[in-house]
């Protein structure tokens, strides 16, 4: 696929055939995340590929609205931040789930980013704590690395 078709292509994909994906494509979409560009070099973005169902469905918990989706999607893949290593952590993963999203596209995948930084697990505060601190308890997610983003990866199934 021609570069320009990918960036047309790459939409929000919420619905998912429920076909698991590859992990030889898997690491193909890390391997090209892993080439983009960071401050100073630094590459300091880290991936976390999860791709047991109960732990997806887990994940699709961590706020109460806007991630439920995820509990169909094969594969959820965590972008995370080295934020002891440079300030410009959110910059550089967000350039690098930029990337995996368009590597996915150009793999024939549909992906959805599903913010986790800087959000409340629900919104009128009827679910206390932070979504950040529940992804990091789930899947013990090391001190000094922070988290983006979740990337919720599969093929493309029709809306329901």
Same mark, same amino acid.
């Given at each position: ?16 055939? $429920? /076909? ?14 892993? +080439?983009?560009?960071? =401050? ?20 699709? /918990?961590?706020? +109460?609205? $806007? ?16 934020? +002891?290593?440079?300030?410009?952590w959110v910059e550089n993963s967000s350039i690098s789930a930029t990337f995996l999203q368009l590597a996915a596209t150009a793999n024939g995948l549909g992906s959805c980013w599903v913010q ?8 009128? $505060? ?13 899947? $013990?997610?090391?001190?000094?690395? =922070? ?14």
């Amino acid at each position: 696929m021609e570069f320009n078709d990918v960036i047309l292509k790459r939409h929000s994909v919420r619905h998912y055939t $429920g /076909q698991p994906v590859e992990r030889e494509i898997i690491d193909q979409l890390i391997a090209v995340a892993q +080439t983009a560009p960071s =401050s100073k070099n630094c590459k300091s973005s880290a991936f976390m590929v999860i791709d047991d169902p109960d732990t997806i469905q887990a994940l699709s /918990q961590m706020r +109460t609205s $806007g991630c439920k989706f995820m509990e169909k999607a094969p594969a959820v893949i965590v972008v995370l931040g080295n934020s +002891t290593e440079t300030d410009m952590w959110v910059e550089n993963s967000s350039i690098s789930a930029t990337f995996l999203q368009l590597a996915a596209t150009a793999n024939g995948l549909g992906s959805c980013w599903v913010q986790v930084r800087g959000r409340e697990r629900s919104k009128d $505060g009827s679910v206390p704590g932070t979504a950040e601190d529940y992804v990091r308890q789930l899947l $013990g997610v090391r001190d000094g690395m =922070s988290i983006l983003c979740l990337l919720a990866l599969g093929y493309e199934a029709p809306a329901e």
